[in-house]
């Protein structure tokens, strides 16, 4: 869903000031197009957090791609007034079964399709689904909640669904969630991802704009490396 070199940084209002998330939007809406909405049922994960109601409002505040991930046992319930409420993108969880299903659902809502894999769910269980996506959602923390540090063992698997995915020549965006920093951002660049979700490390930051921008400029170093291919010695 972006252009071959483009990538995105997407802050996570999960570690905004939700009694202030209007100015939390606003703090980050000149430096990144995209936002983060973590949609948490208290079942699939043991927490919970923003539905379609808070959705609808923040669209008041914001003109960003809305990017809702769904951390919900029973998305199908939802998808409808996500769509209402402004979202762009609504990502449901491979873990819960019935993905087609649920592919189908958001695509006819008209919005764009994600599908998140927790960090032990291998690669495999998206492959089926490569050509009805547009983004597949590598969880580098398990969800639940904001601040844990980055599972390193991801890499390999963001990797592999990168190989698959130029392999087939598709369009398929990889976003990685969780433990997003600077640094981990670049590794995970050079992985294969183009969307970085990160909470802490932009709202907990002081200067979330200027935490936007100093992954952005982590990103792109790392993504130049990639383009820099050795010379062919051969005569
Ligand atoms: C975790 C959520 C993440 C979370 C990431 O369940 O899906 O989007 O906000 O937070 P950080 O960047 O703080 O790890
Ligand atoms: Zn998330």
Redesign the pocket.
């Known amino acids: 869903m972006l252009a071959p070199g483009e990538f995105r940084i997407n802050p ?4 905004a000031d939700f009694a202030n998330l209007a100015a939390a939007v606003g703090e980050v809406g000149s430096v990144t197009e995209w936002l ?1 909405v ?1 949609v ?1 049922d208290g079942h699939f ?1 043991p ?1 919970l957090t923003i539905g379609p109601p808070v959705v609808a409002s923040l669209r008041r505040h914001s003109n960003a791609f809305f990017d809702c ?1 769904l ?1 919900v046992t029973n998305p199908g319930a939802l998808l409808a007034g996500f769509a209402r409420a402004g979202a762009n993108l609504v990502t449901v969880h491979a873990e819960i079964g019935g993905t087609a299903d649920y592919v189908r659902a958001i695509r006819e809502l008209g919005l764009s399709v994600g599908l998140a894999l927790n960090p032990d769910t291998p690669f495999a269980v998206a492959e089926p689904f490569l050509e009805a996506i547009d983004l597949l959602l590598l ?10 540090p ?1 599972i390193a063992d991801v890499v390999p698997k963001i990797e592999a669904a990168h190989a698959a995915i130029e392999a087939r020549g598709l369009a398929v965006t990889i976003e990685v ?5 600077a640094t981990t951002a670049a590794m995970t660049a050079t992985a294969g991802a183009r969307v970085f ?8 930051d002081p200067r979330p704009a200027a935490a936007v921008e100093m992954m952005r400029r982590s990103v792109a170093a790392a993504l130049a490396l990639l383009t820099v291919r050795p010379t062919d010695q051969g005569g």
Request: proline letters at 3%; aromatic letters at 12%.
């Open positions: 996570s209002i999960l570690a983060h973590d948490m994960v927490n991930h951390m969880m580098t923390v398990f969800p639940g909640f904001g601040g844990q980055f969630d969780g433990g997003i920093d979700v990160a909470g802490e490390a932009i709202f907990g």
